[in-house]
């Protein structure tokens, strides 16, 4: 495949949806959950949307209860839970598998393109890493994702550019963003 245009995704209640849609516009890819200790990404994610849309960028949602059993609602609650607790506006796609045999095309594809490098450095990121090994053994040579927030950055023409683990500051998150929407 030459670029995330390719790949067509389920929204919420199911329906295909080619993500050629958003061709020409800077994307970000995230798998979430509503009850990780990253939950409050949504916040900072939400409000780069607001600020940045106009520009042309696009925060693609993609709900994920693989780490940990942090997402166990159905998509209509997920969604709820969202829009009500950090007003998000950003579109929200059916929840997905994205590691071992049942994992999305999409996701296998953004950590393909950009594999896990590691969460950095601290206690903070120790203690994540040894949840991460535990739940993803299971997954062997199929755990893309290691965790909840995993951030795929995709430019203009649909190239994978940056990946952002859920151990990055949002700041630099956006920064990234922001870069590329201005070239």
Request: aromatic content about 12%.
């Amino acid at each position: 495949m030459a670029s995330v245009y390719d790949f067509t995704v389920l929204d919420q209640k199911g329906n295909e949806v080619s993500l050629k849609e958003y061709e020409g516009k800077v994307l970000l890819i995230v798998n979430t959950a509503t009850g990780c200790g990253f939950t409050p990404h949504y916040e900072p994610l939400e409000a780069m949307y607001k600020d940045l849309k106009e520009k042309g960028l696009e925060i693609l949602d993609f709900p994920c209860n693989q780490f940990a059993n942090q997402a166990p609602g159905d998509d209509n609650e997920i969604h709820e839970f969202c829009t009500l607790k950090f007003g998000t506006d950003f579109p929200q796609f059916k929840k997905i598998d994205v590691n071992g045999e049942t994992a999305d095309p999409l996701f296998a594809y953004l950590a393909t393109e950009k594999p896990f490098e590691g969460f950095g450095k601290g206690l903070k990121v120790a203690m994540l890493k040894k949840f991460s090994d535990m739940n993803n053994k299971a997954f062997g040579e199929k755990a893309y994702i290691r965790w909840n927030f995993t951030k795929f950055l995709i430019d203009r023409s649909g190239k994978v550019i940056a990946r952002f683990e859920p151990t990055v500051e949002m700041d630099e998150v956006r920064k990234a963003v922001e870069a590329e929407l201005a070239k």
